[in-house]
């Protein structure tokens, strides 16, 4: 009897047989020709005129200018409608953004870029007035405004309903008192999102967004925050000291903003999705290339089992992970809300891009641990992916509540 280890080798091949072929062009079924152009032409864009000012942009964070040269390019808004200056592309598009802003081998300006596109804006587009949407959205979307997105507060981050940011009407206007925290681009930005309360005693009913120009008296950037990672973006404190607002800054509907803040959080636990499966691959293919290369006791290191086994086993993480955030994006795309299947993609993605991270550094060997080889920030960088947006231990509860637990 033929052992199935020996059997593809020992069988009789007619010529016809099917052979694999590993390195055939696949394509999802999400993404159709004009998907694949645009990809060509972010990935020349990135590679040319982003990744080569990746490591100076660790010490001195992205310059703004990036967002001008993504507006003028038409990057900044490929799934917003011509007539504010979008591309009047379909949300795969805003993936194939995510995945492709990986080759600019900068996690934090991948991450810069995808609160404006993915984030903060996406609010203003859904909820926001004619008047509003030309005054934030169309200079956004030309990268001309910068925006931030407010949330998480020194007391409260996974507890949203727990901000203490209070809006109280006086008059004709609001004013706001209270702080954020975290904030990304919040240095740099122009004006922010910010989640406030407007009803202490309205529970999630109570809370309200507002749309406020950083010149805004009372609007202060209090400090920017070292962090482990993702160190081309900038991150802030911010405080809000009696900061008054006309009526017309409220975004949306008054009492609606916890649930307008939800639907924002599936957007963008999804691009954070599909920015962490395309980084895993990234340093999954430059940890290839290495192994082939490097060689030990006589023969590259990719020829010991142990270590193509751990190829083999990143590899299906990866695929399941891209597979989920795809076809998740795909229900979205197409109208449904399906926010317990986003959460199992953006934790299951935030999950095994940390562990390929990791494994690659492993096989690196001690060059993993040097950032000359850019994977240790990989690592880096990748870590947060757990923790924003909605950390491991929240997705969990989603999925699980889910059910009815
Ligand atoms: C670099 C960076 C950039 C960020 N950018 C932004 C931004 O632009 N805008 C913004 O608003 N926020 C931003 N955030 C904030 C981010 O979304 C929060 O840090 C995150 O939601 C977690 O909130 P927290 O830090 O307050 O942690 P906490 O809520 O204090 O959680 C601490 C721990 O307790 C666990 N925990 C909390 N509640 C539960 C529960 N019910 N069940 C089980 N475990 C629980 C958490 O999972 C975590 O492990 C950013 C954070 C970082 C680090």
Redo the contacts with the bound molecule.
């Keep these: 009897m033929t052992s199935p280890a020996s059997a593809p080798a020992d069988a009789a091949a007619p010529s016809e047989v099917l052979k694999p072929d590993f390195s055939a062009p696949r394509r999802h079924f999400i993404f159709q020709d004009h998907h694949d152009e645009l990809r060509e032409s972010i990935r020349r864009f990135v590679v040319k005129e982003l990744a080569p000012h990746a490591e100076e942009w660790e010490e001195t964070t992205f310059p703004d200018s990036v967002f001008t040269r993504m507006g003028e390019l038409g990057l900044l808004g490929l799934s917003y409608p011509e007539s504010y200056g979008g591309q009047g592309g379909d949300y795969i598009s805003n993936i194939v953004l995510a995945e492709e802003m990986t080759h600019a081998d900068s996690g934090g300006l991948a991450?810069g870029v995808a609160?404006h596109t993915d984030?903060a804006t996406p609010p203003i587009h859904l909820f926001g007035t004619e008047e509003q949407k030309q005054r934030y959205l169309v200079p956004a979307i030309r990268g001309e405004r910068i925006s931030?997105?407010?949330?998480?507060e020194p007391d409260?981050?996974?507890?949203v309903a727990g901000i203490k940011t209070r809006a109280v009407r006086d008059g004709d206007d609001w004013v706001i008192n209270g702080s954020?925290?975290?904030?990304?681009?919040?240095v740099r930005a122009d004006f922010i999102v910010l989640v406030a309360k407007t009803d202490a005693d309205a529970g999630y009913d109570g809370f309200t967004l507002f749309l406020i120009d950083k010149e805004t008296p009372g609007f202060i950037v209090e400090n920017k925050?070292e962090?482990l990672g993702?160190h081309a973006?900038d991150?802030a404190l911010l405080a809000f000291s009696d900061v008054r607002v006309p009526h017309d800054a409220i975004l949306g509907e008054i009492g609606k903003g916890f649930y307008h803040i939800m639907w924002e959080l599936q957007g963008e636990r999804l691009i954070g999705a599909a920015g962490s499966v395309a980084g895993a691959q990234r340093c999954f293919d430059k940890t290839l290339a290495y192994a082939k290369e490097r060689q030990a006791f006589g023969r590259s290191i990719g020829r010991f089992q142990v270590i193509r086994h751990k190829f083999a086993e990143m590899a299906t993480k990866i695929e399941s992970a891209r597979q989920m955030v795809y076809t998740t994006a795909w229900r979205f795309m197409n109208g449904e809300y399906p926010v317990r299947e986003i959460s199992i993609a953006k934790l299951h993605a935030s999950r095994i891009a940390v562990e390929v991270a990791d494994e690659c550094i492993q096989i690196h060997g001690g060059a993993g641990y040097m950032k000359e080889y850019g994977v240790e920030r990989v690592w880096r960088d990748m870590r947060?992916n757990r923790?924003?947006?909605?950390?491991?231990?929240?997705m969990?509860?989603v999925i699980g509540r889910s059910y009815g637990l």
């Design positions: 991450m609160v984030m931030c997105l407010g949330i998480t409260a981050g996974s507890d954020k925290t975290y904030i990304t681009n919040g925050l962090k993702m973006s991150t947060l923790i924003g947006a909605g950390t491991d231990e929240i969990l509860d």
